[in-house]
């Protein structure tokens, strides 16, 4: 996809990958909605961003504001080109200490949060003759389980299911999907606790990634990748 003048969503743009997300995106020509529940710090990015990037106070969780949204925003005359799945949380604790609201919600942001904005921007996505793309960030995490992070490795695996199966769905309609799995990166993520890498990934490096991705040309569908800190 060449990205000028292309419509990209982004969840969990107040902060980390998705800041990192919408700079990238925009400089490549497209403008951005990014969605988030900090509505300062998206007042923030638009002021440095400029009017290519649209604040969207939203919770990824509330359903009915998304498909409020989503209806209000994109018709025939304005149809979204990239989704962005990138909102996320965690909690990590032994499964006993865990905290049940902390599972919840952990499921309802990196479950139901993905499937409300893929549900309410699929029909938009298809009726796009151009090819489009969803991207879903996903961790390591939904590729290997590690003791505390039962939870959040539930969620992450969850999404890696829900990515390939929307790849083989959609692949038909002009729809790639592609699923990424980074190590740990140097955000604010779980409070910047990210395991034991001396030099984790960096926003920046994720977001090459995502414009590399994103730019492939039609015909080629790149379903996963997956980025680790040379040393872990
Ligand atoms: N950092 C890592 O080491 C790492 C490694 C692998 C994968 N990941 C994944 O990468 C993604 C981005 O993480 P990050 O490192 O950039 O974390 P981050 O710095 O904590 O940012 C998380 C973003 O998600 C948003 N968010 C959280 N709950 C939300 C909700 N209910 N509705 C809307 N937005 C919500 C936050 O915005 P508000 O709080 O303003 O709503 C924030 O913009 C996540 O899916 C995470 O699982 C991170």
Known sequence: MDLHHKTAIVTGASAGLGVAF????????????????????????????????????????????????????????????????NAGIGHFAEIDQLDPAHWDAMLAVNLTGVFN????????????????????????????GNPRLAGYNATKYGLRGFSDALMKEL???????????????????????????????QAEDLARVLIDVVRMPDHVLIDEVVLRPLNP
């Open 22 to 85: 919408a700079e990238h995106l925009i400089r490549a020509g497209a403008t951005v909605y990014g969605l988030a529940r900090r509505n300062d710090r998206l007042q923030e990015l638009r002021g440095r961003l400029g009017a290519a990037f649209h604040p969207v106070p939203l919770d990824v969780t509330d359903r009915a504001g998304i498909d409020a949204w989503v209806a209000a925003t994109f018709s025939d005359t304005h149809r979204p080109d990239l989704l962005v799945n």
């Open 117 to 144: 904005l893929t549900h309410a921007l699929v029909p938009h996505l298809k009726a796009n003759p151009a090819v489009t793309h969803i991207v879903n960030i996903a961790s390591v995490a939904g590729r290997i």
């Open 171 to 201: 692949r038909g309609h002009g729809i790639k999907v592609t699923c990424l799995f980074p190590g740990s990166i140097a955000t604010d993520f779980n409070g910047g606790i990210r395991g034991s890498s001396a030099q984790p990934l």
